[in-house]
């Protein structure tokens, strides 16, 4: 089931060869068998007369893996692989010191070509170049490799339109067959929505996160959309304590796609922040040229790259980005005619800029609820065009705003058209105690 999610979720997704670490213990067995196999071979066909009952084994192996590759109109291409590489005979050979191991290497390689994709084209043309036949062997087993991968990806491209289509019920029918097996497997699910709830009744969280609208009233008891307590209950995930919380059970298969949005949206706080800071306090000539805030939000980004490791110093980051800032802001107020930042002033922007680190810093708090409100407008007018525009203040992330939002939506949906059957049932039974 993850497989299939991935798939369809993952657009580009690509099945990749398998590559171990230099320093693996897994690499240095795995390299230690190869050698000592690949010795075996070369001993046996130096032998007088030649053994070549290893040689034979590679290639019944070679040749279930090129009728692998065919498709089922490949009827001519089926039968001359299967005519040539008859093991039967090449036995025959072998016994009568007939074999002529060259000739099949050179059949092999030709059908390799044949059916290869263009992009492995030069590796099999290395091959003709290859005259001994252990290192032919070894190197011809290596593109094949890469050519099951090529056909894998190919299966995969193929198999997304159908898949998409079946995916829904897929994973639904197996979710339930696990929830069969494990009756508590929606308990998170069902603690999850009754929060999402809970904090929309009473607007706990109202500064934090946005109100996800479609409250209304009705007498003294404030009604809520069941839809609009789901969107709200996708915006707490990009809010999530991975550390100490579980995660519920019905988006555990996208934990990491929320965990990156969320530290997407995190560095792109902080960059908002800095710039609505700089653009303030900067001259409104200065803070309305397209071309400086295209080039200041490139350097801040860059400066905070890699806010998503352990090791990044938010603090740090933010001094660089005060002192870089400052310069850019002074040299784009001289080539405008205007007098640069003086000295007070550079100190209070570098002072602002500085502050943003704190999670708590007024700033950075209106940017995060800003962009939480915009995530939750995508989410109400995903089927509607145009899209949302970004709050005041967002102007220059926008596009990148956009860019987490557009995936932050699909993946939204798409686990709403699987699961919503549980979510449905869940909140009929919490909005009625609510």
Same mark, same amino acid.
């Given at each position: 089931?993850?497989?299939?999610?991935?798939?369809?979720?993952?657009?580009?997704?690509?099945? %990749?060869?398998?590559?171990?670490?230099?320093?693996?213990?897994?690499?240095?067995?795995?390299?230690?068998?190869?050698?000592?196999?690949?010795?075996?071979?070369?001993?046996?066909?130096?032998?007088?007369?030649?053994?070549?009952?290893?040689?034979?084994?590679?290639?019944?192996?070679?040749?279930?893996?090129?009728?692998?590759?065919?498709?089922?109109?490949?009827?001519?291409?089926?039968?001359?692989?299967?005519?040539?590489?008859?093991?039967?005979?090449?036995?025959?050979?072998?016994?009568?010191?007939?074999?002529?191991?060259?000739?099949?290497?050179?059949?092999?390689?030709?059908?390799?070509?044949?059916?290869?994709?263009?992009?492995?084209?030069?590796?099999?043309?290395?091959?003709?170049?290859?005259?001994?036949?252990?290192?032919?062997?070894?190197?011809?087993?290596?593109?094949?490799?890469?050519?099951?991968?090529?056909?894998?990806?190919?299966?995969?491209?193929?198999?997304?339109?159908?898949?998409?289509?079946?995916?829904?019920?897929?994973?639904?029918?197996?979710?339930?067959?696990?929830?069969?097996?494990?009756?508590?497997?929606?308990?998170?699910?069902?603690?999850?929505?009754?929060?999402?709830?809970?904090?929309?009744?009473?607007?706990?969280?109202?500064?934090? !996160?946005?109100?996800?609208?479609?409250?209304?009233?009705?007498?003294?008891?404030?009604?809520?959309?069941?839809?609009?307590?789901?969107?709200?209950?996708? !915006?707490?995930?990009?809010?999530?304590?991975?550390?100490?919380?579980?995660?519920?059970?019905?988006?555990?298969?996208?934990?990491?796609?929320?965990?990156?949005?969320?530290?997407? !949206?995190?560095?792109?706080?902080? !960059?908002?922040?800095?710039?609505?800071?700089?653009?303030?306090?900067?001259?409104?000539?200065?803070?309305?040229?397209?071309?400086?805030?295209?080039?200041?939000?490139?350097?801040?980004?860059?400066?905070?790259?890699?806010?998503?490791?352990?090791?990044?110093?938010?603090?740090?980051?933010?001094?660089?980005?005060?002192?870089?800032?400052?310069?850019?802001?002074?040299?784009?107020?001289?080539?405008?005619?205007?007098?640069?930042?003086?000295?007070?002033?550079?100190?209070?922007?570098?002072?602002?800029?500085?502050?943003?680190?704190?999670?708590?810093?007024?700033?950075?708090?209106?940017?995060?609820?800003?962009?939480?409100?915009?995530?939750?407008?995508?989410?109400?007018?995903?089927?509607?065009?145009?899209?949302?525009?970004?709050?005041?203040?967002?102007?220059?992330?926008?596009?990148?705003?956009?860019?987490?939002?557009? %995936?932050?939506?699909?993946?939204?949906?798409?686990?709403?058209?699987?699961?919503?059957?549980?979510?449905?049932?869940?909140?009929?039974?919490?909005?009625?105690?609510?």
């Amino acid at each position: 089931m993850a497989l299939a999610h991935e798939i369809v979720i993952n657009g580009d997704f690509q099945i %990749k060869p398998v590559e171990l670490p230099e320093d693996s213990l897994e690499k240095r067995v795995k390299d230690i068998v190869h050698k000592a196999f690949w010795d075996c071979l070369s001993v046996q066909l130096s032998e007088v007369p030649p053994t070549y009952d290893r040689a034979i084994k590679l290639v019944g192996e070679i040749k279930e893996t090129l009728l692998s590759f065919l498709l089922p109109g490949h009827t001519r291409l089926r039968n001359q692989i299967t005519e040539v590489l008859d093991l039967d005979l090449i036995k025959q050979e072998a016994e009568n010191g007939a074999l002529d191991i060259s000739k099949l290497a050179e059949f092999i390689i030709g059908m390799m070509g044949t059916l290869c994709a263009p992009v492995r084209d030069e590796e099999v043309k290395k091959l003709k170049d290859i005259k001994e036949i252990v290192p032919l062997f070894r190197a011809i087993f290596s593109v094949l490799d890469l050519m099951k991968v090529d056909m894998a990806n190919f299966a995969v491209s193929s198999i997304r339109p159908h898949l998409m289509q079946q995916s829904i019920e897929y994973e639904r029918k197996q979710f339930q067959e696990f929830l069969e097996k494990q009756p508590n497997s929606l308990d998170f699910v069902t603690q999850w929505l009754q929060e999402a709830t809970d904090d929309l009744m009473s607007q706990k969280y109202k500064n934090a !996160l946005p109100a996800a609208g479609g409250a209304t009233s009705s007498g003294d008891s404030p009604q809520l959309d069941p839809v609009a307590v789901q969107n709200y209950a996708y !915006l707490k995930l990009l809010k999530w304590d991975h550390l100490h919380r579980p995660f519920p059970e019905t988006v555990l298969m996208d934990h990491s796609r929320f965990q990156e949005f969320q530290l997407q !949206l995190e560095q792109l706080t902080v !960059l908002g922040a800095v710039l609505l800071v700089t653009f303030s306090m900067a001259a409104p000539g200065i803070a309305s040229r397209a071309d400086f805030a295209e080039k200041l939000k490139m350097i801040v980004k860059i400066l905070l790259t890699d806010m998503h490791l352990p090791s990044f110093h938010l603090e740090d980051a933010l001094t660089a980005v005060g002192e870089k800032v400052c310069l850019e802001v002074s040299s784009c107020l001289s080539l405008c005619g205007l007098s640069p930042l003086t000295t007070d002033k550079e100190a209070v922007l570098k002072g602002q800029i500085q502050a943003v680190a704190s999670p708590d810093n007024p700033i950075r708090r209106i940017v995060d609820s800003r962009i939480l409100t915009f995530l939750d407008a995508y989410l109400a007018s995903s089927h509607q065009k145009p899209s949302p525009i970004a709050p005041g203040g967002l102007g220059p992330i926008q596009k990148e705003l956009e860019e987490v939002a557009v %995936k932050f939506v699909r993946l939204v949906n798409y686990n709403k058209m699987v699961f919503s059957p549980y979510y449905d049932a869940i909140l009929s039974k919490t909005l009625a105690r609510s």
